[in-house]
C-alpha cells in the first residue's frame, strides 16, 4: 500500500517550484538612468529573504563584473537585500543580477539595470557559470513529495490505531516503520541537496563539505535537521510501546497512558512545525496565525488521509475475520472532525494568499486552489459513500443478533422444568413457522466490507491527488505577492525606435492531435521591460485553446534567468504587460505547452534581444 501511494507521488506531474518572495521595488529603480554614481543597490521583496555568498552581481557597460561588497540585508528589515560599491563606478548601463532565497525556502532570481550618465549598449561576455538546475530541482521537488506523504502514513496511522483501536494491530507495523524510513530518508535527501538547490548547482555539489555547511547554517537547512532529531525520539517511542506490546503478549493495541498520548501529539505538531517554519506561513502578514493553522491544516490532512490508507489496509488484511463495525465508526468521527478542521484552515490561508476575489482566476496559485477545490469535493461526495457504507455495517450486526433471539411460543411456564420428554412433545405439537412473504435484504456484512473497501480506495487515490495538488500550491507565489510585485513594477526608459520580434515554436506532446506553434510576440524586442503576446496555433492551423502555458528567459552566458514571463490567459491568447530583459544578445525562451491534465512538453527556442 505505501509502496503505491509512492509510486502515485513520484509519477505525478512535478513542476519546478515557484519563487515565493517578490521583487516590490529596488533603489536605484530597474531601468533609472541616474545622474551620478549611486554607493550601493538596495532591493526590497515582499517577505523576509535570505541571502547566499554569490546573491549579486554587477556588470558594468563593458560586462566586467564590478567588485562589491558583500551582500546584506537593510537596516531592521529582513525582506530587503543590499550590497555597497567601494568605489565610483563610472558611467553607462549597468546590470545587476540577483538571486536569494525566500522565507519559504525557494531560491528567486532576476536582474534588473540601471545608467549612471546616460544608457549604453551592452554585448553578452563570456560564460559565467551555470544556471538553474533542472535535475536538481526536480529531485529536491521529489524529495518533498515524498516528505509529505511519509508523514501523513506515520501520524495517520500511528493515530488510527490509538483511536480507532482495531483488533489486530499487526498490518498496520509494517506501514509504520516503511513510513518512518520513508520521511527519514526524504528529508536527509533534501538536506544534501539544499545548498545545490539554493545555489542553481547540479546535485554533484552536494557532496562538498561546504555545502553541507551551508545547508545547517539556513533556516530549511535547520528544519530539516530539528525534523531528522524528531524522528529519532519517534524511533525511541516506537521501540518502547514494541516492547509493552510483546511483554503483555497482546497483539491488539493497549491503552497509552496520559503522558506517553501527550507525547506523542507533541511529537507530531513538532513535526508539523518543521514544514510550517520553511515555507509559506512563516512569511508575509499574521506569521502566528498563519504557522499555527498551517499546523492543523497538516495534522488534519495526516489524520485522514494516513488514517484512510491505515483503514484500507486493515480492510483488506481482515479477510478472514471482519472488521469490526466500532473501529470504522470511530474513524469516520476523527475523519469529519479532521475535514471540519481542513475547511476552516484552507478557507484562512486561502484567503491570505489571494487577497483577492480576482487573484482566484487572474494567478497560477488561485487557479491551482480552484483546482485543489475540485478535488477536495470530489472527496468529500466520496467519503459521504464511505459514511453510508460504514452505518450500514454498523447496522447489520444488530439485525443479526436480533434474529438470533429465542421465540416464546410454546415455552413452558416459569415453575415447570424444562425435561428432554417435555422438549420432544413440544417439538411434535409445534406448527411448522410460516414462509414470509420476500422483502428487501440489507446487505450482508461481507458484502457492507467488500464496498466500504471499494469507497475507501477511491478516497485514498483522491486523497493523494490532493496531496499532490497541495505540495504543488505550496511552490508557487501566492496570488498576495504577485498582485503586490505587479503593481509596484517600475517603468523603464526605452531608447531608440520600438520594434517588436515574433517567433513561432512548434510543440508535439505525442499524442494525436497534441502538436502544434506558439506565436510568441515580444514588444519591443529590445533591453529593458517587454510586453509578451503568445498564441497557439493547432495541428489544423486554426488557434488552439490550452490549460496551461508558460515562458521563461534565460541568458546562459550571463547567469542570469530563468526569468519567468507570469502569462496568463487573458481569452484566445496568452500575455504579460511586464517581462525586463537587462542585457541584449540572444537569449532562451523555455516554452512549456500543456494540452491536458497528463501531456505537456517543454520547448526551448533561441531570441535575439536588441540593444
Not at 563593458?62 to 558583500?70: P, Q, W
Not at 509494517?174 to 538536506?191: E, K
Not at 475535514?339 to 482566484?360: E, F, I
Request: net charge neutral.
Amino acid at each position: 500500500m505505501i509502496g503505491t501511494l509512492l509510486a502515485a507521488l513520484l509519477l505525478a506531474s512535478a513542476a519546478p517550484a515557484s519563487a515565493h518572495a517578490a521583487l516590490r521595488g529596488s533603489d536605484p529603480a530597474d531601468g533609472a538612468v541616474l545622474k551620478s554614481a549611486p554607493g550601493s543597490v538596495t532591493l526590497t521583496f515582499t517577505e523576509s529573504v535570505g541571502l547566499l555568498d554569490d546573491s549579486f552581481r554587477v556588470y558594468d557597460p563593458t560586462n566586467h563584473r564590478v567588485t562589491t561588497s558583500d551582500p546584506e540585508h537593510g537596516p531592521a528589515s529582513a525582506d530587503t537585500a543590499r550590497i555597497t560599491f567601494p568605489k565610483k563606478l563610472g558611467t553607462g548601463t549597468f546590470t545587476v543580477a540577483w538571486r536569494i532565497v525566500s522565507a519559504d525556502s525557494h531560491p528567486v532570481s532576476g536582474a534588473l539595470t540601471f545608467s549612471v550618465g546616460k544608457p549604453s549598449a551592452t554585448t553578452v561576455p563570456v560564460s559565467t557559470g551555470p544556471v538553474e538546475n533542472p535535475v536538481t530541482g526536480g529531485l529536491y521537488n521529489i524529495g518533498r513529495y515524498v516528505a509529505y506523504v511519509a508523514l501523513a502514513l506515520l501520524i495517520g496511522t500511528v493515530a488510527f490505531i490509538t483511536v480507532c483501536r482495531p483488533p489486530d494491530t499487526t498490518p498496520l507495523r509494517q506501514p509504520i516503520r516503511a513510513a518512518w524510513w520513508a520521511l527519514l530518508a526524504a528529508t536527509l535527501f533534501l538536506f544534501v541537496l539544499r545548498s545545490p538547490y539554493e545555489e542553481g548547482t547540479s546535485p554533484a555539489a552536494a557532496f562538498d563539505l561546504s555545502a553541507l555547511a551551508k545547508s545547517a547554517t539556513g533556516r530549511p537547512g535547520l528544519a530539516l535537521l530539528a525534523r531528522v532529531a524528531l524522528l529519532a525520539v519517534v524511533a525511541g517511542l516506537y521501540v518502547l510501546l514494541r516492547k509493552r506490546e510483546k511483554l503483555s503478549g497482546l497483539t491488539g493495541p493497549i491503552s497509552p497512558s496520559r503522558p506517553l498520548l501527550a507525547t506523542a501529539t507533541a511529537l507530531s505538531v513538532a513535526l508539523a512545525l518543521t514544514w510550517a517554519a520553511a515555507e509559506h506561513a512563516s512569511a508575509g502578514i499574521q506569521v502566528p496565525l498563519a504557522m499555527t493553522s498551517s499546523v492543523l491544516h497538516l495534522l488534519a490532512m495526516a489524520l485522514w488521509l494516513g488514517g484512510l490508507a491505515a483503514l484500507l489496509t486493515t480492510l483488506y488484511r481482515a479477510t478472514a475475520t471482519p472488521l469490526p463495525a466500532v473501529v470504522v465508526t470511530r474513524f469516520s468521527r476523527v475523519a469529519f472532525a479532521s475535514v471540519t478542521v481542513l475547511v476552516v484552515t484552507g478557507v484562512y490561508q486561502s484567503w491570505r494568499g489571494l487577497g483577492s476575489w480576482q487573484a482566484l482566476t487572474d494567478t497560477s496559485y488561485g487557479r491551482l486552489l480552484l483546482i485543489k477545490l475540485a478535488a477536495v469535493t470530489l472527496l468529500l461526495t466520496v467519503a459521504s459513500q464511505s459514511r453510508h457504507w460504514t452505518a450500514k455495517l454498523a447496522a447489520v450486526p444488530s439485525a443479526a443478533a436480533r434474529d438470533r433471539v429465542p421465540q416464546t411460543v410454546g415455552a413452558p411456564a416459569p415453575e415447570e422444568p424444562l425435561t428432554e420428554e417435555r422438549l420432544t412433545e413440544e417439538r411434535l405439537t409445534e406448527e411448522p413457522p410460516t414462509e414470509e412473504p420476500p422483502t428487501a435484504q440489507a446487505p450482508t456484512t461481507p458484502d457492507n466490507h467488500l464496498a466500504l473497501r471499494r469507497s475507501v480506495l477511491a478516497e485514498v487515490a483522491i486523497g493523494v491527488a490532493v496531496l499532490v495538488v497541495t505540495t504543488i500550491l505550496t511552490g508557487t507565489l501566492p496570488g498576495r505577492a504577485e498582485a503586490e510585485a505587479a503593481g509596484a513594477g517600475a517603468t523603464t526608459a526605452e531608447v531608440g525606435i520600438p520594434t517588436a520580434s515574433v517567433s513561432l515554436v512548434p510543440f508535439d506532446v505525442g499524442t494525436p492531435n497534441g502538436h502544434g506553434k506558439v506565436q510568441i510576440t515580444l514588444d519591443p524586442g529590445r533591453v529593458g521591460k517587454n510586453s509578451v503576446q503568445a498564441v497557439v496555433f493547432g495541428p489544423d492551423g486554426g488557434i488552439s485553446t490550452v490549460p496551461e502555458l508558460r515562458l521563461s528567459f534565460t541568458l546562459a552566458a550571463q547567469k542570469i534567468g530563468p526569468l519567468p514571463a507570469n502569462l496568463a490567459d487573458v481569452g484566445g491568447y496568452w500575455a504579460a504587460n511586464s517581462v525586463s530583459l537587462p542585457i541584449a544578445g540572444e537569449w532562451t525562451m523555455q516554452v512549456t505547452v500543456r494540452v491536458s491534465d497528463l501531456d505537456q512538453v517543454t520547448v526551448a527556442k533561441k531570441v535575439r534581444i536588441a540593444a
